[in-house]
């Protein structure tokens, strides 16, 4: 009887043995558990074939797929298709879109030190040295105007130039003439310069022209091709003092302290290199294309220079627009002499890297 009993146990022991092994062996052999995707969602105004959303950022949303083993998945919305241009900053804030492009421009007021870099009278040569002295004005700074979202990456147009009917040599040469801008700060600029700024949204600027309401434009050179402006201007006057659009990369800072930490890194990782490779000096590239796309077509446009002493004499005229924007910081309570000075040595230092 004893050994019976025994004999019962030892069998309860080996069944017990034998059904963890086919349990651990089930769960070893079974479907793996899927790790997590995290599907955000980017709204921005640019048309959906326009380089920024073919090249730009459907190249960062690759990247950033790839380097993350497919665990993040963004969606694009060009377009103002899921958020109006000048209401995206605000709509990633509120977490209507989980990633946001747009232009700081849209909402004026909200960036007063970055605004700093759209005022009339600084000198941006390229699109490049502006791209580098965002960031890195953001980087010394930290304003707290981005504190409330996740600052991922800014860019810029650069310089935007004199496209006009007439050549735009001197000062004089403005007088009286009627140019379209995109904003009035550079109304400002063109009315110290004796012309009248005339501000329409960017889609108008051809119609002005052709219909002899304007006489030019203040734009990028990308403008050329994007809005069929070579179709309606003969000169281009460079002027690296009037002009410098700001775009911003922002997320949803709810959405951004969700993800993993691993998932953090990558995303930080990526774009800082994919900045350095792609983002810095796009709007330059996008020139290049122009002036290819300008002598396939035969459109032939005079490309008229200032000169060092003329273009001195404009930024002498225009600097009461720096003075002023000084007043407004200090009047938010900000140190604008100082934001000032930071701004000329950052944009000193990135044109001797950058400028040529």
């Given at each position: ?10 069998m309860v022991c080996v ?45 960062w949303i690759k990247a ?293």
């Open positions: 009887m004893f050994f019976k009993i025994l004999l019962d146990r030892k069944l017990l043995i034998i059904f963890l092994i086919v349990l651990l062996t089930l769960v070893g052999c079974g479907k793996p558990s899927e790790k997590e995707v995290f599907e955000l969602t980017l709204a921005h105004f640019q048309p959906p074939v326009h380089e920024v959303e073919t090249v730009l950022i459907q190249g950033i797929e790839e380097a993350t083993d497919g665990r993040v998945k963004i969606t694009s919305y060009p377009g103002g298709t899921l958020i109006p241009g000048t209401e995206i900053y605000e709509g990633v804030v509120d977490g209507a879109a989980d990633i946001g492009h747009s232009c700081y421009a849209y909402t004026r007021g909200r960036f007063p030190v970055l605004e700093t870099l759209l005022v009339p009278g600084l000198q941006w040569p390229n699109a490049k040295v502006a791209d580098w002295v965002q960031m890195d004005l953001i980087k010394e700074l930290n304003p707290d105007e981005l504190k409330d979202v996740k600052h991922l990456f800014s860019w810029t147009t650069g310089r935007g130039d004199l496209l006009t009917k007439v050549p735009v040599e001197r000062k004089e040469d403005l007088s009286g003439l009627e140019i379209g801008v995109t904003a009035g700060e550079r109304a400002d600029a063109l009315r110290r310069l004796g012309a009248s700024g005339v501000v329409l949204p960017m889609p108008e600027q051809y119609e002005a022209i052709s219909r002899g309401l304007t006489k030019g434009v203040v734009a990028p050179m990308e403008t050329l091709k994007s809005f069929r402006l070579a179709e309606v201007v003969d000169h281009v006057t460079i002027t690296p003092m009037l002009y410098n659009q700001l775009l911003f990369m922002v997320m949803n800072l709810d959405k951004w302290n969700s993800l993993p930490p691993d998932i953090q890194n990558i995303i930080e990782k990526v774009t800082e290199d994919y900045y350095e490779e792609v983002v810095a000096g796009f709007y330059d590239w996008l020139a290049e294309l122009v002036f290819e796309w300008l002598a396939q077509e035969g459109i032939e446009l005079e490309i008229i220079y200032l000169s060092k002493e003329e273009e001195e004499r404009w930024v002498n005229d225009i600097k009461p627009l720096l003075d002023n924007h000084i007043k407004y910081l200090n009047d938010k309570g900000l140190p604008g002499q100082e934001i000032y000075n930071t701004t000329l040595k950052i944009i000193e230092k990135n044109t001797e890297i950058y400028g040529n």
